[in-house]
């Protein structure tokens, strides 16, 4: 702690997944989530003691750093949230807007299993994460179901989006089961900002080196081309 009551933090890990780019990331952490994460501990960290009974756990609470955000001195009380169209604005604190006073996000995830490799050590692999590749985790905490749970909680604005979901069609032809899976997971969630409408506008995104192109019309995701990097 410096002495102007200024935390300084740093990462004690980064995630290592197929998301390279920005657009193509869940909104929201997901528990029925496929996506697999990896979390990949710095050299300082890797400690065996440091995960004694990490295993007893089904869920963890990951604390990490907006890294790919513009740095900025300034701050709004108000953001636009991209899922009520981009217009609408509500307090900064009311949302999971990335553009915060400080730039920390807080993430639900589900751990699949404690790996060891020889050049890694110990890692965290982890599902339904929402992070970008090379995003740096500032903590670890366990998820506690009897406390960390409220099934009767108020959702506010979000509750209209919560069951949001795109049919996803093939105009190709489909890719292996576990590709297509994992690329319809991402596409029905509509990566694109709801203020966006036009039907023939083509997008593309990019997850572990397949670059997919789409339009978006119609409550349907149209996937119009898909090639390996």
Known sequence: MSTDNQLHIK???YARNGFSQKFSI???SREESSLVTRIVFEPEYRVREALRGIEGYSHLWLIWGFSSNHSTDSWSPTVRPPRLGGNTREGVFATRSPYR???L???SVRLLRVEETT???LTLLVAGADLMNGTPIY?????LSYTDAHPDA???FAEATKDYRLEVEWTIPEPDEKTKSVLEEILSQNPIPSYQNDPDRVYGLEYDGIEVHFSVGQNKVLVKKM???
Do not use: F, M, V, W
Not at 139 to 143: L, S, V
């Open 11 to 13: 990462p004690i890990a």
């Open 26 to 28: 869940p909104r929201q």
């Open 101 to 103: 006073p400080n730039p």
């Open 105 to 107: 996000g807080l993430s």
């Open 119 to 121: 050049t890694e050590g």
């Open 139 to 143: 903590d670890i905490k366990p998820y």
């Open 154 to 156: 108020r959702n506010g």
């Open 227 to 229: 090639q390996k990097k």
